[in-house]
């Protein structure tokens, strides 16, 4: 069982309030930079492509997440938008909004922010508090896409503890199973065994130096034949030879 699942029984509104199952849109500004946007799209086609196969998540970037129903109208000025997150036990259904109390109280189980000239202090502050305290979300992530500022944490009884970085400058993610890392002047998934999570660009690309691999192989292999076949058949003939002289 992840962190995330364990704390979301302490996220339950109070039975006496009124849950309005209203379908409530995002309301997250526009991003700082197109890196930023690239970064995002980056990190969900990654994981979508790599989680292909799983139907028990749902992964977004830069949509409002609504966690407490005084956050509703008029008083619409304390939801977050994350950059990135991942819910872990859910549907993948299409969603506007991530609405708390219409999830079954589930929190992200891992946000990344992307740093900005606007975004850096709060993200590094009051966003890393948030997301401490009352997200109580297992692992948080931020990266600056010019700076290539790097950081993780994963909670720990509560508080976030730096998480250890690996001799490659690697982090592990104990909640998605692959280590972060950049290569490239990006961030990116990499496997327990080391290899890049690729997007279907690149994947086609390695199945295509692969096949070409597999075709030099061959070849390879037909002219061994041949040639094996040949030196059967000039055998056969001395045999032959040596046969009719006794």
Not at 48 to 60: I, L, P
Not at 109 to 131: C, F, G, P, Q
């Amino acid at each position: 069982m992840s962190l995330a699942k364990a704390h979301q029984m302490t996220h339950v509104p109070p039975s006496s309030v009124m849950m309005p199952d209203v379908e409530l849109w995002s309301d997250e500004p526009q991003l700082e930079t197109p890196l930023h946007l690239e970064q995002i799209i980056l990190m969900l086609v990654c994981l979508k492509w790599w989680w292909r196969d799983r139907t028990d998540y749902f992964a977004s970037g830069n949509i409002s997440i609504y966690y407490d129903l005084e956050q509703l109208p008029p008083n619409r000025n304390r939801f977050v938008g994350p950059d990135f997150f991942v819910v872990l036990n859910t549907q993948p259904k299409e969603r506007k909004s991530w609405v708390v109390w219409q999830e079954d109280n589930r929190f992200p189980n891992v946000i990344i922010e992307m740093l900005s000239r606007r975004t850096a202090k709060k993200d590094r502050t009051t966003k890393k508090e948030l997301y401490q305290d009352t997200f109580k979300t297992p692992e948080y992530f931020w990266f600056h896409p010019y700076t290539l500022e790097f950081a993780g944490f994963r909670l720990v009884e509560g508080k976030y503890e730096s998480i250890a970085v690996t001799d490659r400058g690697w982090m592990w993610s104990q909640e998605l199973g692959l280590y972060l890392g950049v290569r490239d002047r990006k961030l990116r998934y990499f496997t327990p065994e080391g290899d890049l999570v690729p997007i279907p660009e690149e994947q086609v690309a390695i199945e295509r130096v692969r096949l070409a691999q597999v075709e030099e192989q061959l070849e390879v292999a037909e002219q061994q034949l041949q040639t094996t076949e040949q030196q059967l058949t000039e055998l056969a003939a001395l045999v032959e030879r040596y046969r009719d002289r006794f």
